[in-house]
């Protein structure tokens, strides 16, 4: 037997299944923690926002204004990826899709989360229950704009207008099922006038058309109409705010000219299903961080946008509150789709 030296053997333990034990579960406790390192520098990786739609939009203009400062904050790159196409449903399936380490999030429109859930039949997703809110990032009204080639300078002469030529009873957005697009319908309704939509894939086609006199109106943020409008190119007939904005002070209400519209939208940042809270408090302070910088508040607000961050839980429930709005007046549309 070999002699004992404070306590333990001199000689080496010998192989016995006891020893055998205890080794496996030191390695255990070391793959444990080798794991628990890797999710941890996951998520130090480049973050992805991920843009539904062309570049040169008003969500792409947001989301890389927030890059800019968000990278920052994080410590690591952050990138814009756009993804566009079938009015940002591509990209919010891509990141319904993606690990729930936080380096892939999406800046995305009131339309995909709110609207487009309840009219298309092909979505294979719930905007509840399949992605994890970040936070808001940006509220605006919707703008109503007449291209060159139409007469009316005010809501009663475009109308009027409508009503004499029912053949140019067009009007334009970014996306079939988006938010604008049913602000054209309601207009519809409130003029109880027809009036044939026409979807583009994104804001810069929709302006693009526009200009070109495709189509006489179009329906969309501030933010795409405003260099044009100022420039004397465009002109925005109407806002759907409950009070003029501070951008566009020349530019009435749809209520100020005696239609009933008033809805605001918003851009909001959400991730994939199951991200751990510390990764959503990570992204979340950082998104305010940046929503707060003075160039990014300014930049905004000269595009018609107010930067209006939040927490996670208030853009839960702002999602869940916008739902029951406008699930009402989207059922009376009829509008369906595949």
Do not use: C
């Amino acid at each position: 037997m070999p002699e004992r030296a404070t306590g333990q053997y001199t000689a080496a333990e010998p192989d016995t299944p006891y020893r055998r034990h205890k080794m496996k579960f030191r390695l255990g406790l070391l793959g444990l923690a080798l794991a628990f390192t890797q999710n941890l520098s996951a998520q130090t990786g480049p973050v992805k926002l991920v843009v539904g739609f062309p570049p040169g939009g008003s969500a792409d203009t947001t989301a890389r204004l927030l890059a800019d400062k968000m990278k920052d904050t994080l410590g690591v790159p952050v990138l814009v990826e756009n993804k566009p196409g079938a009015g940002g449903r591509i990209a919010a399936q891509m990141v319904k899709d993606a690990p729930p380490d936080g380096n892939t999030v999406m800046v995305v429109p009131f339309a995909v989360m709110v609207v487009q859930p309840m009219v298309f039949k092909s979505i294979k997703y719930d905007t509840t229950k399949d992605f994890t809110p970040v936070g808001n990032a940006v509220t605006f009204p919707l703008a109503l704009a007449a291209g060159p080639g139409t007469p009316a300078k005010d809501m009663k002469e475009l109308i009027a207008w409508f009503q004499a030529n029912p053949g140019k009873a067009n009007f334009g957005s970014p996306a079939a099922g988006s938010m604008p697009h049913f602000m054209g319908e309601m207009l519809a309704g409130a003029a109880k006038m027809k009036l044939t939509h026409v979807a583009f894939q994104g804001g810069a086609p929709l302006v693009t058309n526009l200009l070109g006199g495709q189509i006489p109106i179009g329906f969309d943020t501030p933010a795409e109409f405003a260099e044009y409008h100022k420039a004397g190119k465009l002109r925005i007939l109407a806002l759907s705010g409950a009070q003029r904005n501070a951008t566009f002070p020349d530019v009435p209400t749809f209520k100020e000219q005696g239609i009933d519209i008033d809805a605001l939208a918003w851009f909001g940042v959400f991730g994939p299903p199951a991200m751990p809270k510390a990764t959503v408090d990570k992204l979340n302070a950082s998104l305010q961080a940046a929503l707060k910088h003075p160039d990014v508040v300014a930049r905004l607000a000269s595009l018609g946008l107010t930067s209006s961050p939040s927490s996670a839980d208030e853009m839960t429930n702002r999602l869940a509150g916008d739902k029951l709005a406008w699930g009402p007046p989207i059922k009376a549309s009829g509008f369906q789709a595949d």
